[in-house]
Every structure is written in C-alpha cells, then in structure tokens.
C-alpha cells in the first residue's frame, strides 16, 4: 500500500511537469498516479503491453496520468487542443 502511494505520488509528479511544466499539488498529483495507475494498465494491457517492477510501475502510472491530463484538458478545453 505505501508502495502504491508513492508510485503515485512520483507518477503524477512526472506527469504534472510533462504536461504542464509544474505539478499540481500533492493532493492533486497523487490522484492523478494513482489513477494514471489504473487507467495506464487498463490501457497498455489492452495492448498487449506490460511491464513489471517498480520503475515499470511508476512509468505506466506516469503515462495513464499523462493520458488523464490530455483527456481532462480536452473535455474543459474550448479549444480542444493540448
């Protein structure tokens, strides 16, 4: 369980500077890994992609975090673009 934190909290971290250049809280960010965790499995197993370990860990949290981000910036943006 503690593992699980932390992978999210450095997931949405490294999310949060990829996609906006500054993370959003340690609130916000642990959220946004942790459910960048599920969504990134969900995602990359649909693919036939998986990795193991704790680096692989933190990188699939990082990528559905990414994906979260995009998503949550298409639905409130007027615009419609990263």
């Known amino acids: ?20 250049g500054s993370g959003y809280g ?23 992609i998986g990795a193991s370990g704790l680096i692989g860990s933190i990188l699939i949290s990082t990528f559905g975090a990414i994906l979260l981000i995009w998503v949550a910036r298409m639905l409130r943006s007027d615009r419609g673009a990263i």
């Open 26 to 48: 340690l609130l916000v960010d642990r959220l946004l890994g942790l459910g960048g965790g599920l969504v990134g499995s969900f995602v990359l197993g649909f693919l036939g």
């Open 1 to 20: 369980m503690i593992i699980a934190i932390i992978v999210g909290i450095l997931a949405g971290f490294f999310a949060g500077k990829v996609m906006n």
